[in-house]
């Protein structure tokens, strides 16, 4: 993080806007809008920034820039086309330990502006600091789209009850849980539609009701998909973002977490081959003991749980224990790093079936059943499949696939340290143990590999 994000309050507040043009114009809106007092320097100002200064109660200096101009200021913003006098402020600014913004000039800024959504007392900025404000607006342009104006109203609404519930519960998770009810349940529809009498009553009635309800715990057990965060679905963001403690495995990757609460307590519980962080018995049961806790207990898992992923088995425990959960679908691993591979895992000319297997079993005993899946006809994924990478390509050999069948190893795929290795069921044991090849990793055994190098071109993520 290259700026640390804070929101200044300038309210009668004196500051010092250098320029009079389009550009500086633009900033004496914002800080007009925040409240500030302005005070103006240049010798030819805008006739709407004028009106700006006089609307502020501010100064309206029309000359060149003086030192002393800084003084009673809390902040200052150079917005003149004179490299020299901007650098000159910079300093002089910076001299004083003020904030100082030189529009478009990075380097001599103390901090930046950002981007900005207003839904007043909301208030959303982005910031792409500095190096690609272009792309900051882009960002903002498809918020503004998302967060309608009816959430100023909302939290409007919110601080008027902002004491009365902070009375009503003495801890802060008890508070959050309820807030959580309200924003995102009816009495937030309402809001914001405008019947805020209606909203009121609702709120109302659920703060004098039993909150036993609240301590009420759940399990939400989310695919995080292969890697690559905008996999995710919005259901699974959403849980993601309202969880109290989240238990996650070594397959979900840095950006997938990024997204979770930032607050929530976070548990490892990652399993590699022969390496446990935690027992899958034990992970079971700590599910159960956190939601009676009266937790919103995240179970976030890499592609999708209920495919190699053992979510069945965990979700089996909080059945029998009366533990309410979500299962929210991930995009698996076959379908995410086939896909960014640019190798369809059915094609017409190529294979009718697809079939996702592990040799990675409960038993530790493979016990595939390898005549059909030596079926030409059709594209096999394996799971897990890394350390035994030789004893499939022999044992598929033996039992009738053709050696020179084409085959993939994509190693993290979906991210931006995707590897794709091509080669055939003979030789691909002998290529990865040249390249330092580490999981995760996926093997894609058929003809459709044959697609990877006229398909990768077209997607972008490769």
């Known amino acids: 993080m290259d700026y640390f994000p804070v929101f200044l309050d300038l309210k009668n507040r004196r500051c010092l806007l250098v320029g009079g043009g389009d550009v500086a114009t633009r900033k004496g809106r914002l800080l007009a809008k925040a409240g500030a007092i302005l005070r103006v320097v240049a010798p030819d100002v805008s006739s709407e920034l004028r009106e700006l200064v006089n609307t502020t109660g501010g100064e309206l200096l029309l000359r060149e820039y003086q030192k002393d101009d800084l003084q009673n200021c809390v902040l200052a913003i150079a917005a003149t086309d004179i490299e020299s006098l901007n650098e000159t402020i910079s300093a002089d600014a910076q001299a004083l330990h003020l904030p100082v913004n030189v529009v478009d000039s990075p380097a001599l800024c103390t901090y930046i502006t950002p981007a900005i959504i207003d839904r007043s007392p909301l208030v959303i900025a982005v910031s792409s600091g500095g190096e690609a404000p272009v792309l900051a607006r882009l960002v903002r342009a498809k918020l503004e789209t998302l967060i309608p104006a009816s959430y100023g109203r909302l939290a409007q609404i919110a601080s008027q009850w902002r004491d009365r519930i902070k009375a009503r519960f003495a801890d802060g998770d008890s508070r959050r849980k309820f807030w959580e009810k309200i924003l995102q349940g009816p009495a937030a529809e309402l809001m914001m539609n405008g019947q805020e009498e209606a909203a009121n009553q609702l709120i109302s009635d659920e703060l004098d009701a039993d909150q036993a309800q609240l301590v009420q715990g759940e399990v939400y057990l989310v695919g995080g998909g292969p890697g690559d965060p905008e996999l995710l679905t919005l259901r699974a ?27 929530a307590e976070r548990i490892y519980v990652g399993k590699r081959r022969a390496e446990h962080a935690m027992q899958q018995e034990n992970i079971n049961q700590l599910l159960v003991d956190l939601a009676r806790q009266g937790k919103r207990v995240l179970r976030l898992k890499g592609g999708d ?77 394996f799971y897990m499949g890394l350390v035994g990478l030789k004893d499939i390509c022999e044992s598929l050999i033996a039992h009738g696939r053709s050696p020179q069948t084409p085959v993939a190893l994509i190693e993290k795929g979906t991210t931006q340290e995707q590897r794709v290795l091509v080669s055939d069921l003979s030789a691909i044991a002998d290529v990865v143990a040249t390249k330092d090849v580490h999981a995760p990793t996926l093997f894609i055994v058929g003809e459709v590999v044959k697609l990877h190098e006229s398909l990768k071109w077209f997607n972008p993520a490769i």
């Open 305 to 381: 749980p209920f495919i190699f992923g053992r979510g069945g088995e965990e979700i089996e425990l909080l059945a029998q224990n009366n533990i309410p959960f979500q299962v929210v679908p991930g995009i698996t691993a076959a379908s995410g790093c086939a896909a960014y591979a640019g190798i369809p895992l059915t094609h017409r000319d190529y294979a009718q079936s697809v079939r996702f297997v592990t040799g990675h079993l409960k038993s530790d005993d493979t016990n595939l059943s390898w005549p059909e899946l030596a079926n030409p006809t059709q594209t096999l994924v």
């Open 237 to 263: 963001l959403r849980l993601m973002q309202q969880a109290d403690v989240v238990l996650y495995d070594r397959l979900v990757s840095d950006g997938v977490m990024e997204l979770v609460r930032r607050d």
